[in-house]
């Protein structure tokens, strides 16, 4: 990587050999149900709380995403993942019964993207042969860990998103052969528009995707139209349109047709979820599902995945700080 | 990377080009205290809560390694960096102020060692030419966030650690010449012996790291006679102990003269942290103080280091879960 630049390119890119996505109840409603590999009714995953059932959704995944691949537990040879709870444990317990090296993350929802990023390049690099990505998370968590306690019923407000109940995990290999390769990885720096109000992120992670995504076009010099699709998760509906109000305003519009944010895709309008979805197991699902499965198709040969996250917590939240936006992307193309 | 090994052997060891380290009051009065670059009396760093102080005491330990390694913000190229809050906000807000690319990472105490293996194989690989490698605790916000509000003044037992308020840095580069490289890593897995109390980490993290070092052992060919001390993070007394026996249950004893323990070296026995030091500031900070200038004037030649996190949160304490360990191992040569 030049200095000043962001952005690896991967000299062997790494392929995506297999991939999973588990979702809870209410995903499974929504327009991109018949994707999912696994869409559960049970929103505790067999278990008696919802920190222990995420992380066994989480653990689930990836144990499906290996059984895809044909990967053996003894030939695994790194875990790179992350959740939104509080020191990672949906991660950490799911990692200690899948028995695998394991390269902790937090990038908020971004972290998915985050992984696909770094383990990208230990595959590259010939350091790594394998490596799983995942992230998941989970609405009942989540609410309960940000917010307020489920029991509560606390009316939540119109540009607020709905934590995804839901898991993701890629398997990358060092091999040869035809299918989707990941060429090409951005790491994100913080981005601060002086959002305050937690429940409007989708306005304070956007600034951070169009950085993210100018730092990928300035570094690699692609534009728009070198993409069939760029995805975005998860900005939500309202997120998504300051974006695209944000590249209007800089005076390079991105074509609205292309931008689809995977917060905003999982959801129909008439679920309720306000602004849509968002949390690290939503673009991780999404993108293990729905967009792979198209690329798979030959629907799209050439997406930009952009991940972001914010890097808030109840704590800084109410010590008034405002939220950090960061955002990583990785250029998925079918070879 | 092999199937079933764990660690990379860096074709080209990147060099650690400067390092810098930060404490607090307590860690100031220690026997370490000269050696630190830092030692402030104001547990806030100026700011006006304990989290805000933490992450100002992570961004000044940062830019204090990037002067002592002249290198400017433009051409920094990614910042490693986890802490132990929610969501780690420390490194959040640090990173938003130093405006560095961040990959953020969770391994708990782990996470500086964590990041030095990851961003060493990205350095090694020609994917950066520099990475700054960074930590922080602080025992105010562990404190409040793990166990108690510290104005309860709630008595710790005798085997609880001190959180340590301390942050380090370390960077590396691509670049040539004498000094610290970081010539291998080994990544960790989870191991738990099913200790359940978060007052006993030093138990519950020991296993984990004797798995690491075996891991590492076996996959160089290493044995204990080629380090001049093996450094682990933080184990404190009571884990340092109990390493030593496992080690030595196993039939293969460590030699009890070359384990140093930071979280034990930290403090005086006198300074009431009863176990020891812990917190990812802790092991962060020791290194890139004391066993860094150690190495530097000759003192120490090859070290392995070896830093361990304990995957658990409030909630799952609360959720009678028992505590995943986890150890990542670097090894330090003076070439």
């Known amino acids: ?74 030939t695994a040879q790194a875990l790179f993942c992350g959740d939104l709870n509080d020191q990672i444990i949906a991660t950490g317990f799911a990692a200690r019964r899948l028995g695998l090296p394991l390269v902790g993350l937090y990038g908020a929802c971004s972290t998915f993207v985050e992984g696909l990023v770094v383990a990208s390049a230990l595959v590259s690099a010939g350091f790594l042969e394998n490596a799983l990505c995942a992230a998941s998370s989970h609405f009942c968590t989540a609410e309960r860990q940000f917010r307020f306690p489920l029991e509560m019923g606390t009316q ?24 989707i390769c990941v060429t090409a990885g951005t790491l994100g720096r913080i981005v601060d528009y002086s959002v305050k109000d937690a429940n409007h992120m989708g306005a304070a992670m956007a600034p951070a995707v169009r950085a993210t995504i100018l730092a990928h076009m300035e570094d690699t010099g692609a534009t728009a139209e070198d993409f069939d699709m760029i995805a975005t998760g998860d900005l939500g509906w309202i997120g998504r349109d300051i974006l695209l109000e944000l590249f209007r305003e800089s005076g390079r519009p991105l074509p609205a047709d292309k931008l689809i944010d995977c917060g905003a895709s999982l959801y129909f309008q008439e679920q ?35 991940g972001s996250g914010a890097m808030l917590s109840p704590t800084s939240t109410m010590q008034a700080e405002t939220i950090p936006g960061i955002a990583y992307a990785a250029r998925l193309e079918v070879r």
């Not at 939540?156 to 299918?179: D, F, I, K, V, Y």
């Not at 849509?276 to 030959?298: D, I, N, P």
Request: net charge positive; with cysteine.
């Open 1 to 74: 990587m030049r200095k000043g630049r962001q952005t690896f390119v991967y000299e062997r890119p790494p392929r995506v050999r297999a991939h999973a996505s588990i979702v809870g109840p209410k995903e499974s409603a929504g327009p991109l149900a018949a994707y999912f590999d696994e869409a559960s009714q049970d929103d505790l995953f067999g278990q008696k709380t919802w920190e222990q059932g995420e992380s066994e959704m989480l653990r689930r995944c990836v144990a499906r995403a290996m059984r895809a691949g044909s990967l053996e537990a003894e």
């Open 156 to 179: 939540r407000p119109p540009s607020a998103q709905w934590t995804a109940t839901a898991a993701g995990c890629a398997l990358l290999t060092a091999e040869n052969g035809p299918g």
């Open 272 to 306: 309720d979820t306000h602004a849509g979805g968002s949390g690290c197991g939503c673009v991780a699902a999404v993108s293990c599902s729905w967009l792979m499965k198209r690329m798979e198709r030959g629907e799209l040969r050439r997406v930009l995945l952009v």
